[in-house]
């Protein structure tokens, strides 16, 4: 007995609807033993094909279904435009553990993201998640040599917050507070060989943050007319996602074209095989952001307050 249900679902009510199609609509309550029928989300453009594999889940799938969309909804509201047309979506239940364990995307067979869900995740930790989101921002770069892993964390690093700030599911002064506290992991140490040589955690997913702090330069010289993610954005529209393989040259030419300076491949040619290190007090002090136990407080005066602000914008106070 199939029927087919039609829900809207506003997750980001002002940017971006989405439709949900399921299969059955008492499936979509419960939480089951058995793998599920998928479940379409319609994204813009995109559709994202979820799965449940079999397991228990303490959460409903309706309740898990919006936590996907609403993490879709903040990539789309970055990127212009989900990024890929067709996404599988597989939720993979792990018996007696709460919260969103681990997620991992590929591409090779078209997009597709496992994520490990914990049986007691609660609605409370799926809202609080970044882990969906980032995984979803790896759709939006292709498949680049090994060396250059860190490209791809630091950019799920970086845009993940921001992209969840602008539908308003993250507080800005949070974005800003979470760079503060985490980009320092990504200065490079006594021993180290540039990005694409020195392979640590630290490096790979702060380091590749720190390098996507172009942004801040990109915006400078260009009097704030364009930014990291107008570069990125360019990048999918010429084709580029999680499902292609580019050199990473021809990624940083795509994204420096759109900007029109070469903000891109300058840093990479200084931090791709050398360790560069970037005074970050200095440019917390250009961008008016200053650290207040456990918080950030902003100065609208600072010389490149205007480039904060436009880094990170805040959302319509009624999609809050
Ligand atoms: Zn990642």
Not at 51 to 75: M, P, Q, R, Y
Request: net charge negative.
């Amino acid at each position: 007995m199939t029927k087919f249900i039609f829900t809207i679902v506003v997750a980001a009510a002002f940017i971006c609807l989405a439709l949900l199609e399921s299969q059955d609509s008492s499936a979509a309550q419960d939480s089951l033993a058995r793998a599920s029928d998928p479940t379409m989300i319609t994204i813009g453009a995109s559709r994202i094909e979820v799965t449940f594999e079999a397991g228990s889940l303490n959460l409903s799938h309706d309740k898990i279904l919006h936590w996907i969309t609403t993490s879709a909804c903040a990539v789309r509201t970055y990127y212009g435009e989900f990024p890929v047309r067709r996404l599988t979506l597989i939720i993979v239940p792990v018996p007696a553990r709460r919260g969103v364990i681990h997620g991992v995307t590929f591409g090779e067979n078209g997009a597709t993201i496992r994520m490990y869900l914990g049986q007691l995740t609660s609605e409370a930790e799926l809202h609080d998640d970044w882990k969906m989101t980032h995984e979803m921002v790896h759709l939006a770069f292709p498949s680049v040599a090994r060396e250059h892993h860190w490209i791809e964390e630091g950019i799920a690093t970086y845009v993940e917050p921001i992209a969840r700030a602008e539908t308003g599911e993250l507080a800005v002064s949070s974005v800003w507070r979470d760079l503060v506290e985490g980009l320092p992991n990504g200065l490079p140490g006594p021993d180290d060989k540039g990005l694409d040589r020195t392979p640590t955690w630290g490096r790979t997913y702060w380091g590749g943050a720190l390098f996507c702090l172009a942004d801040v330069e990109i915006r400078r010289r260009t009097n704030n007319r364009h930014g990291l993610e107008d570069a990125l954005r360019a990048i999918v529209v010429a084709g580029a996602n999680i499902e292609v393989e580019w050199k990473l040259a021809r990624a940083l030419q795509v994204g420096d074209q759109a900007t029109g300076v070469h903000v891109l491949t300058e840093l990479y040619e200084r931090m791709g095989t050398q360790p560069v290190a970037t005074d970050l007090p200095a440019l917390w002090s250009q961008l008016g952001v200053e650290a207040r136990a456990g918080t950030v407080a902003f100065d609208d005066h600072a010389p490149l307050a205007n480039v904060r602000r436009a880094i990170v914008a805040a959302a319509p106070a009624a999609a809050r």
